[in-house]
């Protein structure tokens, strides 16, 4: 399968496309930049901003205006595995979303490409509301309440996994990648950032 280049507003980085960076920190990189970190991407929208990051690196050599998809398939599947810092989550029917250390990654790659024009696709306003209930509701639980009062200790299995939305039909990849989009949206919470970490520490992933 193909997919078309378009022409892009963001300028392309020499830095993305040196040795340094191998493809499937590459394909990383474009799963943060397309708002992974909270949601699933799929693989096509990955496939043009890959295009637009590392230009032509991606593409068939024959027909270098034309992407090859299947070149970005097998980079996501190998930013899963751990031996190359188990940065993804998904498949390419579900979409990929960053893990913790994905995201982790992803920031501090952006963070040291000053001379890049590496913004973020702005959230969707499904997303937002999103954010947004999920916040006020984890903000009004009991657990946060005792972890407030400084009583962590007394925060109970069912009042962890009720912060987390989870419960026990929840199970396998489905709770995974809850525990992930919560932690990643809100790790850095001024407020929520703590407890978000502390629960999902104890929470059993199973």
Known sequence: MEV?????????????????FANHEIVTLAVYLLGGDSHHVETEDIAVRVNEIAPRRFTWRKYPDQIN?????????????????????????????????????????????????????????KERQWVNRERARMLSSDA?????????ITITSHEAESFFRLDDYVLGKARENKIVRILNTFSDDPLLGAIVRDLAGRIERR
């Open 144 to 152: 946060f309440s005792k972890f407030q009062d400084g009583r962590q």
């Open 69 to 125: 998809i299947e070149n970005v398939r097998t980079f996501l599947s190998d930013a899963k595995k751990l031996k190359n810092g188990g940065y993804l989550r998904g498949t390419g029917k579900d979409g990929w979303l960053l893990t913790e250390d994905g995201l982790a990654f992803a920031k501090r790659v952006v963070s040291d490409l000053n001379d890049a024009d590496l913004s973020r696709t702005p959230r969707s306003q």
């Open 4 to 20: 078309k280049t378009k022409r892009t507003r963001h300028r392309s980085s020499a830095s993305l496309t040196s040795s340094e």
